[in-house]
Every structure is written in C-alpha cells, then in structure tokens.
C-alpha cells in the first residue's frame, strides 16, 4: 500500500515541476500577491477567504464578473466564506478591481492618511497626491482638522473615505470638504 503511494507522489511531484515549468502556477500566484499587496484585508474572517476574494478580484474581467465571482464564493464550502457577499467585501473587491495607481503612487508615504499625518506634523500648508498622479491644495489646519476627525472614526468607515480620498482629485475634494464641515461643528 506504501509502494503506491510513493509512486502517486513522484508522479504528482514530476507534473507539478513540468507546469511550473510552463509557467502556470508562477502568473496567477503573481496576480494574486498583487491584489494581496494593494488591499491587504478584504474583510473576510480568515487569511484563505481573503485569498480567494483575491483570486477572484484578480481573474475578473469586470465588476459583473468579480461580483458573481463573490457570489459563487459565498456560497462554497457550506457557508463558510459567507461574508464574501457582505457590501464591505464587494465595496474593497471593486476598489481593488479599480486600482491604478502608477509608478511612485504605489509606495506607504503616498498614502493619503501618511499625506495627512505629514501635513499635520510639519503644519506647512502643501499638496497632496492622489492615485491619478493629480495634487490638491491643503491648508495645514484643515487637514489637521481632518486628520484628526479621521482618526477617531472607527476603522471600517474611515477606510470608506479614504479610498474615496485616494482614488482621485475630484473624490478627495469632496470627502475632504465633507469631513472638515463636520469636524468645524
């Protein structure tokens, strides 16, 4: 019985090698790490749910294909991935799926928040960079008006406005104003 399955796993071992080879498994484990490093946490309740809502965001064509991907993920395994079809997770997976951020806009410090923070800091009136490589204008109480008013609202939400604030210019002028007139109340 031992003899087969030593034989079942050199066969296994040897077309696992060939498709590595070919190039198979290297491509869609590079799109997945990919969609991995941009959002990080979809919200699934587990690192393999959040692989598979990757997986899905990675091989979608469009926002109608990633969400009856989703669909389809929530229904596997009996229940277990649930939350994939919770708005939280389809709302990041969208964004995700959205992404284009270019060149320098890829790295931490150009994250809106760490702009903000900066700003806060150095109290220098300054630009901030969205992800269409576009920068707008802030006055240093303002934004540390609305750096603070950021940071004691509870996580899910706060990451609501700032992709809104990181996907464009146009986005980030609006949540801006939005959070600073509530933060003058």
Do not use: C, W
Not at 28 to 49: L, P
Not at 101 to 126: E, F, P, S, Y
Not at 135 to 158: F, G, M
């Amino acid at each position: 019985m031992s003899e087969k399955n030593v034989g079942l796993d050199a066969r296994y071992k040897s077309f696992k090698e060939r498709i590595k080879k070919l190039g198979y498994i290297k491509d869609t484990a590079k799109k997945v790490n990919k969609v991995i490093e941009k959002v990080g946490d979809f919200g699934m309740m587990s690192d393999a749910g959040n692989k598979k809502v990757a997986r899905a965001v990675s091989q979608a064509k469009d926002e109608k294909d990633l969400r009856a991907r989703l669909q389809k993920i929530s229904q596997m395994a009996g229940g277990k991935y649930v939350e994939a079809s919770e708005d939280e997770v389809i709302m990041r997976a969208v964004n995700a799926l959205d992404y284009n951020a270019k060149g320098t806009q890829k790295h931490a410090d150009a994250n809106v928040m760490v702009q903000l923070a900066a700003i806060d800091d150095t109290k220098r009136d300054t630009d901030v960079r969205t992800d269409d490589m576009k920068k707008t204008k802030v006055k240093a109480s303002d934004a540390s008006k609305v750096y603070k008013a950021l940071q004691s609202i509870k996580a899910p939400i706060r990451s609501k406005y700032l992709n809104m604030m990181q996907k464009d210019s146009k986005g980030f002028k609006k949540a801006f104003n939005a959070i600073l007139k509530v933060a003058n109340k």
